[in-house]
Nanobody
Framework: QVHLVESGGGSVQAGGSLRLSCVASRYPDGSNFMAWFRQAPGKRREAVASIFTTPGGTTNYADSVKGRFTISQDFAKNTMFLQMNSLKPEDTAMYYC??????????????????WGQGTQVTVTS
């Protein structure tokens, strides 16, 4: 089993930055996806970004965060990061880390992911 623990959430003003971390008990091998999802109250869980778990792995981003968020990983530390800049109130949500070995669904589909963290709250005030 792969256990994931998110951290780094908090409350910031619009325009500010946060860096989220996801520490894995065992970092996935290549041919896997690691991803960040978020879910605001009353809304569906949505994909934020993903990264292929190989050095220089391909990344994917939701249109709403392109140019503002950056996903990365540190294999030595078994950690994935999400650098969030120019935060907006609409970024407010619980952010979740997830990992997938499946190739049957798009990267943005939550059903693809087998392991999930418990989330870290991000609140952006205006």
């Amino acid at each position: 089993q792969v256990h994931l623990v998110e951290s780094g959430g908090g409350s910031v003003q619009a325009g500010g930055s946060l860096r989220l971390s996801c520490v894995a008990s065992r970092y996935p091998d290549g041919s896997n996806f690691m991803a960040w999802f978020r879910q605001a109250p009353g809304k569906r869980r949505e994909a934020v970004a993903s990264i292929f778990t190989t050095p220089g792995g391909t990344t994917n981003y939701a249109d709403s965060v392109k140019g503002r968020f950056t996903i990365s990983q540190d294999f030595a530390k078994n950690t994935m990061f999400l650098q969030m800049n120019s935060l907006k109130p609409e970024d407010t949500a619980m952010y979740y880390c997830a990992t997938s070995r499946s190739w049957s669904l798009p990267w943005s589909d939550p059903q693809r992911y087998e392991h999930w963290g418990q989330g870290t709250q991000v609140t952006v005030t205006s």
